[in-house]
């Protein structure tokens, strides 16, 4: 049964592959559900996604949604439309942020 628990806290094999930087069979899902979202909204496939939407709450998805900067402008822009937000909600597709964004190299 506690083998059962510790599975429910890991990725899937299937999105594992998004996580090149760390040891994604040791990344516990809810310790670490901000980094997991963020990354499965920006890099996620299909079956990726519907683990994400099924894994996490709406509320929570939103939630990191609205306030990461990790997300480009094109996943910002697809999950804002997806779930109904508009884009003034959502940080990373501020005017504000555009211009800090672009302005960090300077060339």
Known sequence: MAKSKLNGKRLPQFAQRYFWDVDARKLDADKYSTYIIERLLELGNPQSARWLLQRYSRR????????????????????????????????????????????????
Request: net charge positive; hydrophobic share 40%.
């Open 60 to 107: 929570k998805i939103i939630g990191v949604l609205r306030k990461t900067r990790a997300l480009s402008r094109m996943s910002a822009n697809f999950w804002a439309v997806y779930f109904g937000l508009p884009r003034e909600e959502i940080r990373c597709l501020s005017k504000r942020y555009q211009k800090q964004h672009s302005t960090v190299w300077n060339f």
